[in-house]
């Protein structure tokens, strides 16, 4: 057995337990940016794939726009071997997964790798359970930057003991190590994981249509439409913060027939929601439409605000869904949002819309403010008064920045 290995399992086991059960801190000050493999591709993921990905996200600006982990999802496990460390599989990651981690922290970005709390992943892989602080070290050896934690095959393990398990066998390796937790909402880690982990899915898993799932599914297992995440999701705001994020899923932007309206109204929800961004489409072949939606500077921004605060919406008119989202320095994030499958035209009156946000104790009043449009930069700001009229497209959103200055 690896020497430090046994010293870092020995000084985990003779401190008082205390004294590991916390997250890495100051990993998540803003809620995490990247790209995860899973929603495109599945299991079939290999170095040439990950490789190229880390290259594209280089050279298309995403890592310049703030997307720096680049997370293997289930699929890239092999065998343990005779003293239980987890092994790469090597037909799909012939150089290893330390050349991987070289590779992508020499493209300036941070490597993250996917288990499970189960003695298998979700795809049957090897998960885990017994191996927490084996796997963990294992990890840190390598270089790994970000662990998502699935759940399942979970059989009778408490959750909380379970993340929490890892959560100290990753701060026991000394490697700041982001710590995903994928419990799906099940047992409401919200109310349980703030020093547990950065983030937690408060659902299950996403699928790229936009607000209901075909019928031809019907009877099959199927993940959820984009719609159903946010209604679960926007309750919980009162939950998230820096350090610790709701994640209502990875983005399906670019992916299955969702159209730009679709794309566009998705990602800016995310941003509002303070959601992770973790892009899950193919950036090999994307189009450029798809590109400009992931790094619109303005639109990111809204999610990465310092204050950290997850949007709400605050109410629904015709089909319409009026979002805000308190920023840093008195600013305002405001969306609206035509969930309805009509094109419409909406009258608004912004004297109208002055109200205090409870939890936050913050009042949106856009008297004396402009209104930036940040998905068409041709608009010219305007004036945040009077009553104006409103184009949104079916399943589009218009979105501003509302700012004093
Ligand atoms: C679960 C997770 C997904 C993905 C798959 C991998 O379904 O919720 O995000 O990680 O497992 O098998």
Not at 235 to 249: E, I, K, S, T, V
Not at 276 to 285: A, E, F, Q, R, V
Request: one cysteine or more; aromatic letters at 12%.
């Amino acid at each position: 057995m690896k020497k430090t290995f046994i010293a870092a399992l020995a000084a985990a086991l003779l401190l008082p337990f205390g004294a590991f059960a916390q997250k890495a801190e100051g990993l998540a000050a803003t809620p995490q940016m990247g790209w995860n493999s899973w929603n495109k591709f599945g299991v079939n993921i290999n170095e040439d794939l990950i490789k190229a990905t880390a290259d594209k996200m280089v050279e298309l600006g995403l890592v310049d726009a703030g997307y720096i982990y680049l997370n293997l999802d289930d699929g890239w496990h092999g065998e343990r071997d005779e003293q239980g460390f987890i092994q790469v599989n090597p037909e799909k990651f012939p150089s290893g997964m330390k050349a991987l981690a070289d590779y992508v922290h020499s493209k300036g970005m941070k490597l993250g790798l996917y288990s499970d709390v189960g003695p298998k992943t979700c795809a049957m892989c090897e998960g885990s359970l017994g191996h927490e602080y084996q796997d963990a070290y294992t990890y840190a050896q390598w270089g790994i930057d970000y662990l998502k934690y699935d759940w399942c095959h979970n059989t009778d393990l408490n959750p909380k003991g379970a993340y929490k398990l890892m959560s100290n066998a990753l701060k026991a390796t000394g490697r700041p190590i982001f710590y995903s937790m994928c419990e799906w909402g099940t047992n409401k880690p919200w109310e349980w994981a703030a020093d547990i982990a950065h983030s937690w899915r408060t659902t299950g898993d996403i699928w790229p249509y936009f607000d209901t799932i075909p019928s031809e599914f019907d009877g099959q297992w199927h993940g959820e439409p984009i719609m159903s995440l946010v209604d679960i999701n926007e309750p919980l705001r009162a939950y998230a913060g820096p350090g610790h994020w709701n994640d209502p899923d990875m983005l399906e932007v670019g992916n299955g027939s969702l159209t730009m309206a679709e794309n566009r109204a998705h990602f800016t929800l995310w941003c509002m929601m303070a959601a992770p961004l973790l892009l899950g489409n193919d950036l090999t072949t994307m189009s450029d439409e798809v590109l400009q939606i992931l790094i619109n500077k303005d639109v990111i921004a809204i999610d990465q605000d310092p204050l950290g605060i997850q949007g709400l919406r605050l109410k629904s008119e015709n089909g319409i869904e009026y979002w805000f989202k308190p920023l840093q320095g008195g600013d305002w994030a405001f969306c609206l949002f035509n969930r309805g499958a009509e094109d419409a035209v909406v009258n608004l009156d912004w004297n109208s819309l002055v109200f205090t946000d409870e939890l936050s104790g913050l009042t949106f009043n856009p008297a004396g403010c402009k209104a930036y449009n940040l998905w068409n930069k041709k608009a010219k700001a305007r004036k945040a008064k009077g009553v104006q009229k409103i184009s949104i497209p079916t399943h589009d959103v218009v979105l501003y920045r509302v700012s004093s200055k």
